[in-house]
């Protein structure tokens, strides 16, 4: 018995959801996904690992927005929910923080360099997976470093100052990560801002 056409599209994309929103159909990684507590509330599951069955949307400001205002999570819950003040800027500080603890790890790890010279050094020798670059920073020195490598990912969603708390220093214009499961982790978590922060 040979396996249907949707069960080989979710077996090389991984599990798909619905958004509620768009009713677009996408990998569970390119979507929020919601829980809703015992009291009603509704909570962004980043790490989707809260019980129950989720409530998935696009990653996007205007999609969240959207859902609140059209009671799209109370229809998709069946029942009454309790939405956050301001749902969509939290989602997009958790987003940040989760973006940042992640590239935390990975300096920890030694997985993640500053400085421009560090930082060109490491994709000169094929070591760089992504590539951030401080969004408030001038772009011909952003340009420098994308023309090393133009397939390199490059985040450009983040203050120098942001960066830099994760270096212990003022800001970071320049930062590149090692391959591996943060750098993966990163570039899904940085998508999933983008359409907050785009």
């Known amino acids: 018995m040979t396996d ?3 069960q080989d599209e979710e077996q090389e994309t991984g599990p798909q959801r619905r958004c509620v929103v768009t009713g677009e159909v996408r990998p569970k990684s390119e979507l929020l996904r919601f829980a809703v507590a015992p ?3 509704i909570f962004p599951d980043l790490g989707h690992v809260l019980p129950g069955r989720g409530i998935w949307l696009s990653a996007r400001r205007d999609v969240v927005n959207t859902a609140v205002t059209k009671r799209h999570f109370a229809r998709a819950a069946r029942r009454q929910v309790v939405v956050p003040e301001e749902l ?4 997009e500080a958790l987003l940040v923080r989760r973006c940042l603890d992640a590239l935390g790890l990975a300096r920890r790890a030694g997985q993640a360099v500053c400085g421009f010279e560090k930082v060109c050094a490491e994709i000169r020798s094929g070591r760089a997976a992504l590539v951030f670059g401080a969004r408030d920073a001038a772009r011909d020195g952003r340009g420098k470093v994308q023309g090393l490598r133009p397939d390199l990912a490059v985040i450009e969603l983040f ?5 830099g708390t994760v270096f212990g220093r003022d800001a970071a214009v320049h930062v590149c990560v090692s391959p591996g499961k ?4 990163l570039i899904e978590d940085a998508a999933l801002l983008a359409g907050f922060r785009g």
């Open 39 to 41: 009291d009603g509330t």
């Open 159 to 163: 203050d120098g100052a942001e960066l």
């Open 182 to 185: 943060l750098a993966r982790r």
């Open 4 to 6: 249907s056409p949707e």
């Open 88 to 91: 969509a800027d939290r989602i």
